[in-house]
């Protein structure tokens, strides 16, 4: 199975904070990169696939990078509704793997 | 809307079964590839399984292989899982999610709002 790695797994930032959590996969998954946030007793929400893809309805201030094994997602101007839980998720190959979280706390 | 409802959650003895259901509603069911998705109190996400669109091809965790069968009713639009042996360490709240593509592993563009399955004697 691919593993995915994030970093790192907890954060504290401020509203307005540019934010940069990490994704590293075992092996290249070319671009097959997803990120979701989820928040406490709710389901995850898909916010970027295909590494850079902004799924629709999700705020611009979001933006993903990255090909091979190596990813980035971006929150340019954290709001205070972003205070959340974001995991990362291969899809290139079955089983799809998730990373294991990172929380992103108020400072 | 696109809306998936899981139900068919609760508390379990080791060993038991149980079925979830994963009701959709909102678009094309019977286009869709369909997951579960599993997530133990306070820890990450654990892909489960899928099953194609047709229901021709189907895939599992190996940590369920053998335990867990997958099953859609296209005419009804749900989804079901069924959780034979249970052991603890399937102790858990799952989701049911569907795929945005062709493929077998996501990403997951719209998922319900899970149920919580408690194995424990």
């Known amino acids: 199975d691919i593993q995915m790695t994030q970093s790192p797994s907890s954060l504290s930032a401020s509203v307005g904070d540019r934010v940069t959590i990490t994704c590293r996969a075992s092996?290249?998954?070319?671009?097959?990169l997803n990120w979701y946030q989820q928040k406490p007793g709710k389901a995850p929400k898909l916010l970027i696939y295909a590494a850079s893809t902004l799924q629709s309805g999700v705020p611009s201030r979001f933006s993903g990078s990255g090909f091979g094994t190596d990813f980035t997602l971006t929150i340019s101007s954290l709001q205070p509704e972003d205070f959340a839980t974001y995991f990362c998720?291969?899809?290139?190959?079955?089983?799809?793997?998730f990373g294991q979280g990172t929380k992103v706390e108020i400072k | 809307q696109v809306q998936l409802v899981e139900s068919g959650g609760g508390v379990v003895q080791p060993g038991r079964s149980l079925r979830l259901s994963c009701a959709a509603s909102?678009?094309?069911?019977?286009?869709?590839?369909m997951h579960w998705v599993r997530q133990a109190p306070g820890k990450g996400l654990e892909w489960v399984a899928v099953?194609?669109?047709?229901?021709?091809?189907?895939y599992f965790a190996d940590s369920v292989k053998g335990r867990f069968t997958l099953s859609r009713d296209n005419s009804e639009n749900t989804l079901y899982l069924q959780m034979d042996s249970l052991r603890a360490e399937d102790t858990a709240v799952y989701f049911c999610a569907r795929a945005l593509s062709v493929g077998d592993s996501g990403p997951f563009d719209y998922w319900g709002q899970g149920t919580l399955v408690t194995v424990s004697s």
């Open positions: 092996q290249s998954i070319t671009s097959y």
């Open positions: 099953i194609w669109y047709d229901g021709s091809n189907k």
């Open positions: 909102g678009f094309s069911f019977s286009s869709y590839g």
């Open positions: 998720q291969q899809s290139y190959r079955t089983p799809p793997t």
